[in-house]
């Protein structure tokens, strides 16, 4: 049986890369005001350079935040979560444990300080999954890409995922009966071979 439940669409997650982009637009385009104040730069010039840095900065992380948003499924098999950027899956044997918390401690130290700095929520709920082996992934450019452990391809050296489903404590909930039954179907062949 599957259960699905839907990407935190203000999870940071779905906000960090934006912001960051965003940042970075707005430097730059006070660094193309600043080289037409000074005369390094013609008005043509600097108002193509403004025209991409505007598009940068307003519709590039509207795509991005909206490619990150899909669904995360408890699954016979595992957990998949479905994106419009692609599918990540994470068979039950791979997982070693479940656990919700927060979004600053689960993705280490270099993930709390990169939400500090752009001011995001570090203790903003998630579920952290550890998995026994890392994660890869198997870039098609004609098709969504695959991520997962049992996937054959680029290793990413990462054997945390970090989720962020609307209700976090439901998930682990679900979760956890969910690696309960799989654990009992294997017992159960196991004991009929």
Known sequence: MTRVFPIDPA???VRLVPAIIVRV????????IGCYVTGIIDLTTSLIVLAVGAFQGTVIPWIWARQLRGTIE???DGIQVKTHQGTTRFPWAHI???RVGKAGEAGGRGMKQMMFLLGQ????PCVAVELDRWIHVRRNPFLLNRWGTAEKGVP???SKAVLFPLDPHRFLSETEDAMAEASDRLRNHDSAA
């Open 11 to 13: 999870s940071p997650q």
């Open 25 to 32: 637009s707005v430097s730059g385009v006070i660094v193309v």
């Open 74 to 76: 408890i699954t016979d």
């Open 96 to 98: 070693r444990s479940v």
């Open 121 to 124: 929520n570090a203790d903003y």
């Open 156 to 158: 990413l050296f990462v």
